[in-house]
């Protein structure tokens, strides 16, 4: 009990830091910056003009090229790190205005959070030691591996379908602007609370229609045990462009991650933190 309090303590503690507030605000201008890239990648992947990865893998890489590009990596990962800190602190003693089912939900979502912020974190950390290989071609080694093993397909299957569903649900927050309660709305004007919600609704259905597709590819890998399909979010792009006017829906997509980039340095001003 001493351990669970002592740990509550501290992160009740961090999550009333100052500096975690800053440096969390800072990494959501990295996050978008990011998507940005993220959606710029996929742009070109629609009309066949990128040999770069369709992901936040790529979309760093990217920036790392550019001049300066490694300063502000290290920048943007202290910012994903700062959030990662502030998301384990509410999946530990956050979203009290919450209660029952819609807590532990939103504590779950917390957690899957910090897994996704250390990760991005690390890899800009490893994009700047020159360390990053390609996360698609490591998904389809992962797969192959998990394939070969007992019972792999099924567990490689099952993980598709959480994707999936992961995917499908970020479509449905963003589209009933769920993403709206963890914004202070009351410090906007009619302008640009519009804004903001046009763009968190874009970005949420773009990201989760491709987290989707990525999953259900997955899963297309598992029942005909083709890991080659099982590439991820770059897959699931290349995919798309590959359907009849496929490029022009690719396209849409690629704006809709880039608006979640722009609702991103909005939610540096006015998210609740």
């Known amino acids: 009990m001493s351990v669970t309090r002592n740990a509550g303590a501290t992160a009740a503690q961090a999550k009333n830091s100052r500096w975690l507030e800053l440096l969390t605000r800072a990494g959501f201008i990295g996050y978008g910056i990011v998507h940005l890239l993220f959606g710029w990648l996929a742009l070109q992947i629609a009309f066949g003009n990128s040999g770069e990865e369709g992901n936040q893998n790529g979309a760093l890489r990217t920036l790392g090229e550019q001049p300066l590009g490694k300063f502000v990596l290290v920048v943007i990962a202290i ?17 009290q205005s919450k209660t029952g089912k819609e807590r532990t939900f939103e504590r779950i979502a917390s957690v899957v959070r910090v897994i996704i912020f250390v990760w991005l974190g690390w890899t800009a ?6 360390a990053s ?5 490591q998904q ?3 797969t192959e591996k998990l394939m070969a ?11 598709g379908l959480v994707l999936a569903a992961v995917g499908v649900g970020m479509v449905i927050y963003g589209l009933k602007k769920k993403f709206e309660r963890n914004l202070k709305t009351g410090e906007m004007n009619p302008k640009t609370h519009k804004l903001v ?12 229609t491709v987290f989707a597709i990525a999953g ?34 690719l396209a849409l997509m690629a704006l809709g991650i880039a608006a979640f ?3 991103c340095f909005f939610q540096s001003r006015f998210r609740k933190v």
Do not use: C
Not at 81 to 90: C, D, L, N, T, V
Not at 125 to 130: G, H, L, N, R, T
Not at 133 to 137: E, G, L, R
């Open 79 to 95: 910012g994903l790190f700062a959030m990662a800190i502030w998301q384990a602190s509410e999946a530990l003693v956050g979203h």
């Open 125 to 130: 950390i490893k994009v700047v030691q020159d």
């Open 133 to 137: 290989s390609n996360s698609s071609n």
């Open 140 to 142: 389809q080694q992962l």
């Open 149 to 159: 093993s007992d019972g792999g397909r099924w567990l490689v299957g099952l993980a």
């Open 197 to 208: 919600r046009r763009l968190g609704m874009a970005g949420y259905a773009a990201r989760g």
């Open 216 to 249: 259900l590819l997955i899963v297309v890998a598992a029942v005909k045990y083709d890991p080659e399909k099982a590439r991820g979010l770059d897959a699931a792009l290349r995919t798309l462009r590959d359907q009849a006017y496929g490029p022009w829906l």
């Open 261 to 263: 980039g722009v609702y």
